[in-house]
């Protein structure tokens, strides 16, 4: 007298949490300082000052039934008009408050697009390893398939080979997380590129088009001199999800948006379809009083330096102990290979002789490989260190 | 290349909104003054004075990367403790964090319930007219079949005739909202023990349970000495849906929650599975900020000084008239009989000749009666009053 898909969702525990918990538990028996936890997203900058002195005088100035009231279903066109405002100046986005809704975080942003987009049980959304393990459950809700193109492990841009084998004339979308979670990798114009051509080149064939849904709430997390180049400007056909969880640290305040670009074909119809799935998931009329507060804070940029220092101290270290990844420019993670191919066998021994906390890359699509989440504190990867060297030095 | 079915639910405009659209751009033609709009049921008075003064205090004193980071999925174990602890305060409920699961609004806490309890196309889930138009929506995601029982016009209460037909083996569930919207109606503790008792009679017969998912955002907006009979204690069987949206005044922050009471058959399972369906409408870990003000503001009652003075204003003013209405002990809304039982005609005149925003009952399944939000202002009211005089005059 239950749904039983539900109950087992409901009763998986995500790999990421499993390693979570324990880090949790075994804190408590050998002290926090001795484990090493890399296995949560949690952004570990504070917001911009900005975002809490905004929250502060909305609360003590703001009229508070206009405050706390609700948003129409996309978010208050003030603050919607922010957002296009802000993609205009940065992209030259041709972006406007009615292509805009905004949504419960980037997870419903997500399953929204893909209820939108999807007709029958025979669509099929492709996701590109390694991907976010919760894809499958988020596009999953569409009722498409969820079909995968494995990775291409020599850099992790995307596998044509595979990409052109999955394809298929029930292809609706193809779904592009640049910065990557978990590889770190940011696709290169030249990737997109190629991506957009055969994307072109089979809605012709298939007489329909595929959407690239764009996945982007690292776009602002890169470091170094590398871009993250601007998809629609490539690929018109695509719908861009995104949240401030990373670029202002405001995971928990579960705020995003969908931004149908103007050159995406039937956008109008696109964007009905999306106000009609956000009604069956309840995303609607987002969290009113942190809407007021991106509205204000649209152009704040996040300070990396932390991460970037992190980035480096890891990536210098594990690679001089003999480590393999691929270059991680964007977000905070890497995505290392398991010294002898098993990654579940790593993590677990890791965990267990060195309370060492990484995922093991099966859910992601890559077994072989470990994921690293570098929003973490220096001091404690430098911690670390003697016991990623143990491990090296144990097989 | 979308969805028809949301491309249909996203450019059908609610009758609620509809008739609110109207009000705002008439406002700017003939003065907001000019306008008397009870179309919407946004709440008019403050939140608590503690609830924007813990809103400052945890922006300018608490840990930012804390107050803002992901808490689990259900909520922060603290937020569900305060929340058990309040529901034990008042109503020995039996509450444990572990069986309360926070959601963004009351929305997807319907959503998330209705998905986890249906299981094929074949179940039905039975709502009580009059109800809350988006029902059809909320219960319809469910994949379950959305069965009405048509109203009670005598008093509101539940037609336990038509309840006696439309219960069947397919029934697993039935919607309870009280205090209600639109009718302001409370379900007495003798309406209720007669529904326990039917339930439990059908569903000894057909061998399963039938929940009761009580839809409760507006428990504490009550009147006189009216009491809300605390469902749990007259039917085990029951899974409650609440929000702080009415009763803090907080409708735009997104913060609700599931409760499956320990008396509750298979409450286990039941969990799990809203954990499970959680996850695929993306209403995880909501709005952490708030879960700390509600952590903090649970105790707080709201001031409902202001909407007793307008429902006994408005009540008195509109029956002296002539109107008929049953009898509104709660919520912030009035269901009154359209004088010649045409509520769509009235209301459609009302806003041509009048200026008057009422909304008919056809959404709400009683097309001979119209709401009336009045959690608006006094001087609205005593505006609008010649215009109430106006249209009853004219029939």
């Not at 498409?144 to 990409?163: K, P, T, W, Y």
């Not at 928990?252 to 039937?266: A, K, M, N, S």
């Not at 998931?281 to 804070?297: F, M, R, T």
């Not at 690293?372 to 143990?390: E, K, N, Q």
Request: with cysteine; hydrophobic share 40%; glycine share 8%.
């Amino acid at each position: 007298m239950a749904n039983k898909k539900f109950y087992g969702l409901g009763t998986t525990l995500s790999p990421i949490r499993k390693f979570f918990a324990y880090g949790l538990e075994k804190a408590k028996e050998v002290g926090a300082e001795n484990v090493y936890d890399f296995s949560i997203g949690n952004p570990s900058i504070p917001a911009p000052a900005l975002v809490n002195e905004t929250i502060e005088d909305l609360a003590h100035n703001y009229d508070s039934v206009k405050l706390h009231g609700y948003s129409v279903a996309a978010g208050h066109e003030s603050t919607r008009r922010a957002i296009a405002d802000n993609l205009n100046e940065r992209f030259n986005a041709g972006a406007t408050a009615d292509r805009i809704f905004c949504t419960c975080g980037c997870n419903p942003a997500l399953i929204i697009t893909g209820k939108a987009l999807a007709e029958s049980e025979e669509d099929e959304i492709i996701v590109l390893a390694p991907f976010f393990p919760e894809y499958r459950v988020i596009f999953g809700a569409s009722g498409a398939q969820v079909r995968v193109v494995a990775a291409d492990e020599r850099d992790f841009q995307i596998n044509f080979g595979e990409l052109e084998k999955t394809i298929c004339k029930n292809t609706i979308a193809v779904v592009v997380n640049s910065p990557n979670n978990p590889s770190g990798v940011v696709y290169t114009e030249e990737t997109l590129k190629k991506m957009a051509e055969l994307l072109k080149a089979r809605a012709e064939e298939y007489g329909h088009p595929i959407y690239i849904i764009a996945d982007e709430p690292y776009r602002e997390l890169v470091y170094g001199e590398v871009k993250v180049p601007y998809i629609p400007d490539i690929y018109a056909n695509t719908i861009i999800c995104y949240s401030w969880s990373k670029s202002l640290s405001l995971p928990g305040e579960r705020l995003g948006y969908i931004f149908v670009p103007p050159q995406c074909e039937d956008g109008d119809v696109i964007y009905a379809c999306l106000r009609g799935a956000a009604r069956e998931v309840g995303s609607v009329c987002p969290p009113a009083l942190i809407q007021k507060v991106v509205e204000k804070c649209v152009g704040c940029e996040p300070d990396l330096a932390a991460y970037d220092e992190n980035r480096q101290l890891l990536y210098d270290s594990l690679t001089e102990m003999g480590y393999e990844m691929a270059k991680p420019d964007g977000a905070f993670y890497m995505f290392v290979k398991a010294p002898n191919g098993d990654a579940a066998a790593f993590s677990e021994k890791a965990m267990k002789e060195q309370n060492l906390l990484v995922v093991p890359g099966t859910g992601f699509g890559c077994p072989g490989y470990f994921r690293l989440s570098y929003c973490v504190s220096g001091d404690m990867i430098r911690r670390s260190l003697p016991a990623f060297r143990a491990m090296i030095d144990s097989y």
